[in-house]
């Protein structure tokens, strides 16, 4: 009967060791926490351009990935570009700006 307790928790600890190491973040892969994060910083970047004037017309992709943002699309002029750049510098959580935003 004791062997029996040791053999369930060891199978128990076995279990929890790789449920956690599953959720850990790699160089590759973001953790679950990471994803939530950085799908909050997203929604807020996406949401803070929208409600610009000047950006609301245009088609701004936005992804996030550890904290940093990378903006993606097409816009006129250059000081728009930079406008877009800063709006989602200001966002909290934000680490870096990668703007890709192309002026056409």
Known sequence: ???YHIVIRSFVAILLITAFAA????PKQESTGEYI?????TAK???DLLA???????????E??????QLSG?????STRDRAGRIAGK????????NNLIVK
């Open 23 to 26: 959720c850990a973040s790699t």
């Open 37 to 41: 994060d950085d799908s909050a910083i």
């Open 52 to 62: 610009d004037d000047i950006l609301k017309g245009f088609q701004v992709s936005v």
């Open 1 to 3: 009967m004791k062997r």
């Open 64 to 69: 996030t990935y550890k904290g940093i943002v």
């Open 91 to 98: 966002v909290a959580g934000v680490k870096e700006v990668k």
């Open 74 to 78: 097409f816009v006129d002029t250059q």
């Open 45 to 47: 970047v996406k949401a």
